[in-house]
């Protein structure tokens, strides 16, 4: 039996809700090992898993929902999860009609939720989570423009989808990449260790994955200390050093690039001391 649900139904904590120009912005805290009954939504809604995880169920299929990861819903989407032990904390974007149609003229209605992992759309969804956080007199423009350019990459992430599938060696490298990437990784290094010249590396890389190396290194980076900076009480220094940064220094540097925050703010308005 199919329940129709809003996002307040689920039984999570609502930390702080946001609404303006048809959308409403929250950030919830679920419990540890929650599991919500089959249901689906009453509106059309984006969302990005700030931290926890949880394993959602759609049909025979499932996927993971872990930090960094940005989905898109559509109302009548049948599904449900299973939360881990440290439950979860999301920003969730419910859209209203208007919205919806933009929805589909970026071709982002289908069947299924759409999964982006990382990137540029979870910087765009956590820029938009920080004016929510911290909204002053132009936080609802600010909002409109960042959900209409969150739209737009999404769109172009699920259009990069139709690339030719990554040869062997480049996926082994890419994997690399997540299991390393806080050592001092190089090109050469790289590329040795699965068996091709670091110039067709380097070209094959952009071309199946829209980034340098060096580029992806450094996203893979920033999202492990997002998430240590936000879901523990690790301090900085370390979480630097874990994340592969050579000193505090250059870490802070790079986080308030990425983020526009400085490490020590983003861990206070993701309601950690």
């Given amino acids: 039996m199919e329940i129709k649900l809003s996002l307040g139904q689920l039984h999570p904590t609502l930390i702080t809700e946001f609404r303006t120009r048809g959308l409403r912005l929250s950030e ?23 931290s926890g995880s949880s394993c959602q169920s759609y049909g025979s299929r499932s996927r993971e929902r872990k930090p960094g990861t940005t989905l898109f819903y559509l109302p009548d989407e049948l599904h449900w999860e299973r939360f881990g032990e440290t439950g979860g904390r999301i920003f969730s974007v419910e859209v209203g009609p208007q919205w919806l149609e933009k929805l589909r003229e970026c071709s982002l209605v289908q069947r299924h ?32 423009g960042l959900t209409l350019e969150i739209l737009a990459e999404a769109a172009r992430r699920r259009a990069n989808t139709a690339k030719p599938k990554a040869p062997r060696w480049l996926a082994e490298a890419k994997d690399l990449l997540h299991a390393e990437f806080a050592e001092d990784l190089s090109l050469d290094g790289i590329a040795r260790r699965v068996g ?6 380097a070209t094959t890389f952009r071309k199946c994955y ?49 983020t526009g925050m400085t490490p020590a703010r983003y861990r206070a308005a993701s309601h950690f001391s």
């Fill in 28 to 50: 919830s805290v679920y419990p540890a090992h929650l599991q919500t009954p089959r249901h689906s939504h009453e509106q059309a809604y984006f969302c990005l898993i700030l």
């Fill in 113 to 144: 939720a759409l999964a982006f992992e990382g990137g540029r759309l979870s910087w765009l969804a956590r820029a938009l989570y920080r004016e929510m956080v911290n909204p002053d007199g132009v936080a609802a423009l600010a909002i409109e």
């Fill in 196 to 201: 091709v010249h670091p110039v067709h590396l």
């Fill in 210 to 258: 829209g980034s340098t190396v060096g580029a992806y290194i450094r996203r893979l980076r920033i999202e492990f200390a997002l998430h240590e900076v936000a879901s523990t009480d690790r301090p900085l220094a370390q979480v630097a050093v874990a994340a592969g940064f050579s000193n505090q220094a250059h870490f802070t540097k790079v986080f308030k690039q990425h």
